[in-house]
């Protein structure tokens, strides 16, 4: 299976049938995918003999009526490409300068059923994500700790009866994570053997009753460091006392 047919598999997964409506005319999420494997290849350039450099950072243009489109997808777009992004670099042997990051904008110069791609290499400090994909849809884990199940007070919640009302929890530090059953009754499993406490590696599945929970860690960019304070009248005149 390509690239792409794994692209479109993850949408269909992530839409209704009424979004897939709504894709009859103008840009499909498929036409991004490929603008930007496209931007991706044109874009690398070989800095040494084991390393090719790609761009890292993308603004898609879009029409307005295709960018409204697309906004109704919300996160769930923008997720699905950065993976393909990254899937894509990974297979050409393309390395990054920093963290993926890709921006969908309107247009108003373009018209529907086209788009630009504008990219650049940009350095970046990087800070990392912790996410859950169950069932087509991703949740950030936010919290230190998170419980998953079927009750409504679980900080995730899913419909499988097969599972307990707080039947998992998942610890994160920013680094590190951990998964700990809760005294559920049909037990947790973890890439397929019984777990009640381990660690939590990146892309492993969680299997709770008949629902599995992949967790994956992705790099985000972090905010930039904010600018110094402007200097106030105080330690202006302190500066000029010292250099009297």
Known sequence: MGLLDSFEKGLERAVNGAFAKTFRSGIQPVEIASALRSELDKKAAVV?????????????RLAPSDSERM???GSTLVD???DIVEKHAKTQGYSFAGPVTIRLVSDEQLS???LRVESQTAEGRVSWRAVVDIEGKRHPLVKSRTVIGRGSDADITIADAGTSRKHVEILWDGERAMVRDMNS???TMLDGRKVTEAGLPPDSTIRIGHTDIVFRVVAQAAPPLPPPPPPTAYTQLFDQGAGS
């Open 80 to 82: 699905e490409l950065h």
């Open 112 to 114: 529907t059923g086209t």
């Open 71 to 73: 906004s109704a997808l």
């Open 48 to 60: 040494t003999r084991d390393r090719i450099l790609a761009p890292n950072t993308f603004t898609v």
């Open 185 to 187: 009754t049909n037990g």
